[in-house]
């Protein structure tokens, strides 16, 4: 049972991500709060696997929020939600730590899919989002770290792919696409998602080129 807690100053997102996670089997929702004013004290109350973090809240933001749970709780995952893709914002929270990033406009199955991505040590992260990466980071000189197979692995992560549908989309299974995640997370001193595409896009021009 994956547990969650939820930050959202709208008493209505909390109360419908409280409906849509009651429906999955797997998913726990534990609790919530409309800021992170008394953020530690939950984490260390409430001890959730995944924390679905809102970005403008009042008193004290999900970006801070984020910052405390990943120096206080690090084991914590914490995924980003928000209204707006805002370019600072997002890699703000990913050099911070966050696990993914989703936008609340995203489908109740992409947002259930998404929490238990992150749960399992992925990342995920909305197609609209990985796309202001990829504009966002420059290339630097190749170099020659990942294999191939882990380069096409990470290029679909940074589309916005699931593991599931990069798995489809190489014809392998699940667990495979999970083992070269974590290879290429070993390989590159890593822990987020952010952090790898951030290497992918700096050190993989030609693809980048190929997208202009």
């Not at 409309?34 to 109350?45: D, P, Q, S, T, W």
């Not at 914590?76 to 990913?94: G, M, P």
């Not at 199955?109 to 609209?128: C, D, K, T």
Request: hydrophobic share 40%; net charge negative; charged share 25%.
């Amino acid at each position: 049972m994956i547990r969650i807690f939820a930050y959202d100053d709208s008493l209505e997102r909390l109360a419908s991500l409280k409906a849509l996670i009651s429906l999955s089997d797997n998913l726990e929702y534990i609790g919530n709060a409309e800021n992170c004013e008394n953020v530690l004290a939950e984490m260390e109350k409430y001890n959730p696997d995944v924390v679905l973090m809102d970005i403008n809240m009042p008193v004290v933001d999900g970006i801070e929020g984020l910052k405390l749970i990943k120096t206080h709780f690090p084991q914590i995952k914490v995924l980003i939600q928000t209204a707006y893709d805002d370019s600072e914002k997002i890699f703000t929270s990913i050099s911070n730590g966050a696990s993914g990033y989703i936008l609340k406009s995203d489908n109740p199955n992409r947002i259930l899919q998404a929490i238990e991505e992150v749960h399992e040590g992925g990342a995920s992260m909305n197609p609209a989002i990985a796309k202001r990466v990829l504009e966002y980071f420059m290339p630097t000189k190749e170099a020659e770290i990942l294999t191939p197979k882990e380069k096409e692995v990470l290029k679909f992560l940074a589309e916005g792919f699931s593991y599931k549908m990069i798995a489809d989309k190489l014809g392998v299974s699940y667990s495979t696409i999970n083992s070269h995640i974590k290879h290429i997370y070993e390989k590159l001193h890593i822990s987020s998602l952010g952090e790898a595409i951030s290497w992918f896009y700096k050190n993989n021009p030609p693809y980048r080129n190929s997208n202009d």
